[in-house]
């Protein structure tokens, strides 16, 4: 009870930290559904429930991600979506390296994913670091969002920075990324701040 209610607060302070930013930029209705893009390799199932997915404490530049997730009209928010994130660490590696199920692992290999839940007005967010590259990839974040009466939902979003630099042509994944799906981080302190509005189709 104790330590649910810490979370609870946690999770609290996480999104008062991100409101500001939430309210001044929330485009969700001009966006429609979000678009889907490939869970890729590195997908661990039954990842942890928290809010900082930086367990381990890796080192790199601190992030901060967080919207709101939106029924089909872009309006309505949806509460207790189930909100998933994975993604690499500064060096572009994941933890693990690898896919299947979380109880493959040993605990101490796992770090950089997690899950959480909306509030009543549909919001989440999440503290961690600043991904780095792998391969030909931009920077980005792996998703899942899943909600009662809507499609389940797998996607990546992206840095608008990188938008249309050689580093995005170089990657061939998810070409026809929409526009809302490139997120402009903020600095704030030294920490990337941005705002992730999602849009789940009726199931
Ligand atoms: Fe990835």
């Not at 199932?45 to 900082?52: I, L, Q, R, T, Y």
Request: charge should be positive; include cysteine; charged fraction near 25%.
């Amino acid at each position: 009870m104790k330590s649910a209610r810490r979370r609870l607060l946690r999770q609290a302070g996480t999104l008062s930290v991100l409101a500001p930013v939430t309210q001044a930029w929330s485009q969700s209705s001009a966006c429609g559904p979000t678009g889907s893009a490939t869970a890729g390799p590195f997908y661990v199932s039954n990842a942890p429930e928290g809010v900082d997915i930086n367990a381990a404490k890796a080192p790199g530049k601190p992030m901060r991600i967080g919207g709101t997730v939106y029924g089909e009209d872009g309006v309505t928010p949806v509460a207790r979506a189930r909100v998933e994130i994975w993604h690499a660490d500064a060096d572009g590696a994941y933890h693990p390296n690898g896919s299947g199920d979380i109880s493959r692992y040993r605990r101490g290999e796992i770090n950089l994913r997690g899950v959480t839940h909306t509030d009543n007005a549909g919001r989440y967010a999440f503290t961690s670091l600043v991904p780095g590259h792998y391969g030909n990839r931009r920077r980005h974040i792996h998703w899942r969002v899943a909600a009662a009466g809507h499609r389940e939902l797998t996607t990546q979003s992206y840095w608008l920075d990188e938008r249309g630099t050689a580093r995005e042509r170089s990657d061939g994944a998810d070409r026809r990324a929409e526009a809302c799906r490139w997120v402009d981080f903020k600095d704030e302190q030294g920490a990337a701040v941005g705002v992730f509005d999602v849009v789940l189709k009726t199931a």
